[in-house]
């Protein structure tokens, strides 16, 4: 298992995140067909409610999306995605909330930090050619995420010949392309993609060797939260009623390494965190 030091940091616009104990990142999807919570939150004032709900819960960031990435899903224009994030983003912000936006697109994530988002959540990884441009402008947090093909397609028939090795080399590649156009890499994190084309086989040996990724020395983020994965292991198909699952993955994602969770129920899944992290380090302080 690998720990981080207590003095490690995720770099954000403005904001040093301190990662000596793990970090929530509370999902605000403004989309109509997220996997899980999809219509819900689509009109400004629920998402935002919602985000300023899941900040009183113990969020320590908020990762405000406006298009969804679940298998199959249909791409959204710039305009649109910028319609649906830009107030939410805005509000958040001026309630005093840190916010990511969860975007492949660079003018998305250019006019969500104008809205005052500190970080891009790329789950394409710099896709966009311009992304890392933009990260670096503007000193933001960067999240690059391993994704095997696009979400029409990415769970058509997934395969690795190794899939730690290819998902570390993949990461660790993406990484040192941003810090070449100028990201500082105390800026960078990274997230190895569970369930964005990967089976259920990959996403759980991708958790059980975790350590292999937070050894790369960059802030790991892990997003397991009401996956399909748990469902076909638990039995659980409605997303809703993943949250017992998803609390026990993000429990042994901390014990392995992870410095960053993303999920949906903030509640539960800072607990799971906090003990585990208590268990690990001997202490409950």
Not at 74 to 83: I, K
Not at 235 to 243: E, I, L, S, V
């Amino acid at each position: 298992m690998s720990s981080p030091p207590v003095a490690r940091i995720w770099r954000l616009r403005g904001f040093d995140l301190m990662l000596d104990r793990p970090r929530i990142m509370g999902v605000v999807n403004v989309t109509p067909d997220s996997f899980s919570d999809g219509g819900e939150f689509l009109d400004a004032d629920a998402a935002i409610g919602h985000g300023l709900r899941l900040v009183e819960e113990g969020a320590d960031l908020i990762d405000v999306g406006g298009e969804s990435t679940r298998p199959g899903a249909a791409a959204v224009s710039v305009d649109e995605e910028l319609d649906r994030v830009v107030a939410v983003v805005e509000a958040l912000t001026a309630a005093g909330a840190l916010v990511s936006i969860d975007t492949s697109k660079a003018p998305v994530a250019d006019g969500a930090i104008e809205a005052g988002a500190v970080a891009i959540n790329d789950v394409t990884a710099l896709g966009d050619p311009d992304m890392a441009a933009v990260a670096s402008r503007h000193k933001v947090g960067l999240v690059l995420m391993h994704m095997q093909g696009r979400p029409q397609t990415m769970q058509t028939e997934p395969s690795y010949d190794d899939v730690v090795g290819e998902v570390s080399g993949f990461l660790v590649e993406r990484a040192a392309l941003a810090e070449a156009a100028g990201v500082e890499r105390s800026g960078i994190a990274i997230d190895p993609g569970i369930g964005f084309g990967k089976t259920v086989d990959h996403n759980l040996l991708l958790l059980r060797d975790l350590g292999v990724l937070a050894d790369l020395g960059y802030p790991l983020l892990v997003g397991t939260s009401r996956k399909s994965f748990l469902g076909k292991v638990t039995g659980r198909f409605a997303p809703g009623d993943r949250d017992l699952a998803s609390a026990v993955s993000v429990a042994l994602a901390v014990e392995r390494g992870a410095d960053i969770v993303r999920v949906h129920n903030v509640s539960a899944c800072r607990e799971a965190a906090l003990l585990t992290l208590a268990i690990v380090r001997g202490s409950g302080g």
